[in-house]
């Protein structure tokens, strides 16, 4: 039997999880397949509805994490097989190279800077708009702040083209090691937390929003990185055509969602939420901005949430449109762009004229999720989360004893919800280590 435990996911769920039981005292395996914790909320610039700052709330829980003595985070890392049962499990994880010493770097970017391809390859964390080199730190508060080496773009690696190797000159520590492969390690985990989160519907297939064909439609995440003081502009909100500041910005709600064309028609039940707060960021930044929010319905159920929508009428200028829109053109001398929608209480077609569009994208399952499933044993529902064995009274168990779910992996939430549910499946997966330790044989004899 053991008192470890194993989470699958090293976002602010996995994370919150990973601290509850350290204070606990039981061993943690924290496995996280990025090359840093943090998840999907160290994109964002603020939370609502207080409108915090979100990466100086999730920094120090990444640090603290990380540094925590009965915590081992395992980034670059994905289960790859899972045995036994609950109090017994074995687990095989994969850790892939990072080609770079975790105990030799320093995070210092000398490779980064040295690397041929710097400034060439598309950066994946600020959703394409800046670049990286093949060498590279993910983002400035990446925990662990080391270094990784893209093996699918490094032209040694992949090509054995690059004799120079500057990155390796250029680290003073001689922490570039191109020999490093990758590992495979068992794990023994008295219980699994499953915190793997979500990600977001590609719009490139409604084609009537003319996303990936105008320029200036972009969707939320790429908001977030371009609204960020730690984005690719800066913080600066640019037009991706000319590099002008917006002053009219449209947010079309539901997109991907709420829609069985795309495979998903539940209500994702925070889009309102966020696309309020990026119309807030964008007055905050120019009081003189003009924020329109097309929505099929305001769900604002949440503490504080309808304040939040008011506060967004009254203090920050937001026009509420109940719409859908059914296409969106350009004009291709200003590239600006006209929205057309059915004005659903004026029952009338009308137009918009707008600089840039935000689509508000469905939250979705991530890629891997049937996979892992199947590796876990556990159930997953028609849309493709995993599933509870009982939303109401038992919305954290699987069918499977001992495995245990939590946050946006779930189901489509806010923050607040998933920091809940990663202290909620900490409580159940420490009851269920000691339960099983009760039973254990060994302890059983030991006691007679």
Known sequence: ????????????????????????????????????????????????????????????????????????VLTCSEVVEVKGK???????????????????????????????LAGKIPDEWNQGFGTRAAAYIPFMQAVPRVAIIDPENCLHLSKDRCKKKKCVDACQRGAIDFEQKDVVQTIDAGAIIVATGLTIYDPTGDTEYGYGKFENVIHSMEYERLINASGPTGGHLKR????????????IQCVGARDVRSGHPYCCSVCCMCATKDAMLAYMHHDDTKNYILYTDI????????????????????????????????????????????????????????????????????????????????????????????????????????????????????????????????????????????KSPAKAGAGR
């Open 240 to 251: 991706r055509s000319d590099g002008e500041r917006p002053k009219r910005i449209a947010y």
């Open 86 to 116: 609950a109090g017994a499990f074995k687990v095989k994880v994969r850790r892939r190279a990072r080609y770079v010493d975790e105990e030799k770097c320093t995070g210092c970017g000398s490779c980064t800077e040295e690397c041929v």
């Open 299 to 438: 769900r604002a159920f949440g503490r504080g949430f309808d304040e939040y929508i008011k506060r967004g009428k009254e203090e920050y200028c937001i026009e509420y449109i109940r719409a859908r829109p059914g296409e969106i053109t350009e004009d291709h001398e200003t590239k600006n762009l006209y929205v057309w929608y059915d004005d659903t209480e004026s029952a009338g077609i009308k137009k918009l004229e707008v600089d840039m569009v935000v689509l508000s994208v469905a939250f979705v399952p991530p890629p891997g999720l049937k996979e892992l499933a199947s590796i876990l044993g556990i159930n997953i529902d028609e849309y493709d989360f995993f599933k509870a064995i009982d939303d109401m009274l038992s919305p954290l168990d699987t069918n499977v004893p001992g495995i245990y779910i939590a946050g946006a992996c779930t189901r489509p939430m806010d923050v607040t919800d998933a920091v809940t549910q990663g202290g909620g499946a900490a409580d159940r997966a420490a009851l269920a280590v000691k339960e099983h330790g009760r």
């Open 1 to 72: 039997m053991s008192d470890s435990i194993l989470i699958i996911g090293g976002g602010v769920c996995g994370i919150q999880a990973a601290l509850d039981l350290g204070d606990k005292g039981h061993h943690v395996y924290l496995v996280e397949k990025e090359p840093s914790i943090g998840g999907r909320m160290a994109l964002l610039d603020k939370v609502f509805p207080t409108n915090d700052c979100s990466i100086c709330i999730l920094a120090p829980k990444m640090i603290t994490c990380f540094n925590h003595p009965n915590v081992d």
